[in-house]
Nanobody
């Protein structure tokens, strides 16, 4: 059974940093590296939106709202996905979800449709 487990969320003041981690269980590393991986978020009262995606070739795509502040990366030997978030703003407050999708390009995955797997999410709260 495949599980995506997020960690690293919490509460910080505006301007601070957080690093989210997503570990994928149920894949061996040779399978994991072929999945596109991404981070999505949903703020209270808003629709879910794509934040950052990295495909199996290492190509990345970011939402305009986080470009220059967030960096997505992956460690294929550890089945792990990261999201380094710097210069955080109150508007970044949301539940953040990790997702995996087979054979999707980064730009397409950022749209967030029909992901193969989702994590349960982790809360990020940014205070002003």
């Amino acid at each position: 059974q495949v599980q995506l487990v997020e960690s690293g969320g919490g509460s910080v003041q505006a301007g601070g940093s957080l690093r989210l981690t997503c570990v994928v269980f149920g894949f061996n590393y040779s399978i994991y590296r072929r999945y596109s991986m991404g981070w999505f978020r949903q703020a209270p009262g808003k629709e879910r939106e794509g934040v950052a995606v990295i495909d199996s070739d290492g190509i990345t795509s970011y939402a305009d709202s986080v470009k220059g502040r967030f960096t997505i990366s992956r460690d294929n030997d550890k089945n792990t996905l990261y999201l380094q978030m710097n210069s955080l703003k109150p508007d970044d407050t949301a539940m953040y979800y990790c997702a995996a999708d087979w054979g999707t390009t980064a730009g397409t995955m950022l749209l967030g449709y029909d992901m193969d797997y989702w994590g349960k999410g982790i809360l990020v709260t940014i205070s002003s």
